[in-house]
């Protein structure tokens, strides 16, 4: 179960809510506010039963009006495939129809369309249209997330093709260029796994995790951090505080602590805010945090911070923030 919130933390849900929110909108008002309005259809839309009364009244109109025969035959065509069964039903039971003139409008439709060149098998009008119509809607539908996923690639990539390097770049290559510390060099077993990552101002939806897997392979959970809190208004989102979490397979709750920054950690406002959230960190140079679950540990290293500097309070938010992820299995 933790390791499917964790899962969920990491998707972009305002993309997918605006996506089904606006799909939601698009059915009512499609189908209750100004619904499509089905009009001038032909006779192949028809119940059996009504289409068969339909020929039956085609066939007294021929009778009497046996100079328009062309109307004659347009009516046949207009009932499509349900035409030849209508018009069985009516040779087996004629009703107020004179049996020979059935016989006759049936051997002149016989006659004409033998003679006319052979066209593709019509299939039925309605089924086509239905089929139009869940074409369209799957368009929409492919079209809207197509959308989504290329707003949220922006987001994520935006001016990459112009050689601008965004936030989420720099941020990858600073954590590429920072040096891990030798854990062995300095008596300790060497971690499980050690990730560095780095948070720059400017991205937004930064929210990284990782595995927590053996060397056979075994999973065993998972680490991660993200944005927690911000402050100000406007673009780009200030963060004051950074939520670092570790999920063990092995315990049934997530160990989560907060990094805050100094200005942050001595707001009384922001620290009643975050408190639900876990154990509250002021942000150092160097500073070292623990986390612990039933089975891991891990051990998280401000390797290197930098504040913005601007209109808010000195030391309120970070412009970059590095931080050293290691995970050992904990000691009984």
Same mark, same amino acid.
């Given at each position: 179960m933790q390791f499917v919130v964790a899962f969920l933390k990491k998707l972009p849900w305002v993309p997918i809510a605006l996506f089904f929110v606006g799909l939601a909108l698009g059915l009512v008002w499609a189908w209750k506010i100004d #619904? !499509?309005?089905f009009v001038d259809a032909d006779p192949s839309y028809l119940r059996p039963d009504l289409q068969e009364d339909y020929l039956r009244m085609t066939i007294d109109s021929y009778s =009497?009006? #046996?100079e328009d025969r062309n109307l004659? $035959? /347009? %009516?046949?065509? *207009? =009932?499509? $495939?349900g035409a030849q069964q209508a018009f069985s039903k009516i040779q087996s039971n004629p009703g107020n129809l004179n049996p020979a003139i059935v016989q006759n409008y049936g051997e002149y439709i016989t006659n004409v369309l033998s003679s006319e060149p052979q066209q593709p098998a019509d299939t039925g009008t309605g089924t086509s249209m239905?089929?139009?119509l869940v074409l369209g809607f799957a368009l929409v539908a492919l079209a809207v997330l197509a959308a989504v996923g290329f707003i949220y690639y922006r987001r994520l990539f935006s001016k990459r093709g112009s050689g601008e390097i965004t936030p989420t770049m720099q941020a990858v290559e600073i954590s590429r260029k920072a040096e891990k510390t030798d854990f062995e060099q300095l008596g300790l077993a060497p971690p499980i796994t050690q990730t560095m990552t780095t948070y720059v101002l400017g991205d937004d939806l930064y929210d990284e995790s990782f595995s927590i897997d053996t060397q056979a392979g075994e999973f065993m959970g998972e680490y991660g !951090? *993200? $944005?927690s809190e911000s402050i100000g208004v406007g673009e780009p989102k200030k963060v004051t505080a950074l939520e670092i979490w570790l999920f063990d397979k092995n315990d049934i709750k997530t160990a989560t602590k907060v990094l805050m920054s100094a200005h942050a950690f001595n707001d009384p406002s922001? %620290?009643?805010r975050l408190e639900p959230k876990g154990e509250l960190v002021a942000v150092e140079p160097q500073a070292q945090v623990l986390l612990e679950t039933a089975t891991l540990q891990l051990l998280a290293t401000v390797v /290197? =911070?930098?504040?913005?500097r601007g209109a808010m309070p000195a030391d309120s938010y970070f412009e970059r923030i590095t931080l050293e992820l290691a995970i050992w299995p904990r000691q009984a």
């Amino acid at each position: 179960m933790q390791f499917v919130v964790a899962f969920l933390k990491k998707l972009p849900w305002v993309p997918i809510a605006l996506f089904f929110v606006g799909l939601a909108l698009g059915l009512v008002w499609a189908w209750k506010i100004d #619904p !499509v309005e089905f009009v001038d259809a032909d006779p192949s839309y028809l119940r059996p039963d009504l289409q068969e009364d339909y020929l039956r009244m085609t066939i007294d109109s021929y009778s =009497l009006h #046996p100079e328009d025969r062309n109307l004659a $035959v /347009d %009516r046949w065509k *207009g =009932l499509g $495939v349900g035409a030849q069964q209508a018009f069985s039903k009516i040779q087996s039971n004629p009703g107020n129809l004179n049996p020979a003139i059935v016989q006759n409008y049936g051997e002149y439709i016989t006659n004409v369309l033998s003679s006319e060149p052979q066209q593709p098998a019509d299939t039925g009008t309605g089924t086509s249209m239905t089929r139009q119509l869940v074409l369209g809607f799957a368009l929409v539908a492919l079209a809207v997330l197509a959308a989504v996923g290329f707003i949220y690639y922006r987001r994520l990539f935006s001016k990459r093709g112009s050689g601008e390097i965004t936030p989420t770049m720099q941020a990858v290559e600073i954590s590429r260029k920072a040096e891990k510390t030798d854990f062995e060099q300095l008596g300790l077993a060497p971690p499980i796994t050690q990730t560095m990552t780095t948070y720059v101002l400017g991205d937004d939806l930064y929210d990284e995790s990782f595995s927590i897997d053996t060397q056979a392979g075994e999973f065993m959970g998972e680490y991660g !951090v *993200g $944005v927690s809190e911000s402050i100000g208004v406007g673009e780009p989102k200030k963060v004051t505080a950074l939520e670092i979490w570790l999920f063990d397979k092995n315990d049934i709750k997530t160990a989560t602590k907060v990094l805050m920054s100094a200005h942050a950690f001595n707001d009384p406002s922001i %620290r009643a805010r975050l408190e639900p959230k876990g154990e509250l960190v002021a942000v150092e140079p160097q500073a070292q945090v623990l986390l612990e679950t039933a089975t891991l540990q891990l051990l998280a290293t401000v390797v /290197d =911070l930098e504040y913005g500097r601007g209109a808010m309070p000195a030391d309120s938010y970070f412009e970059r923030i590095t931080l050293e992820l290691a995970i050992w299995p904990r000691q009984a």
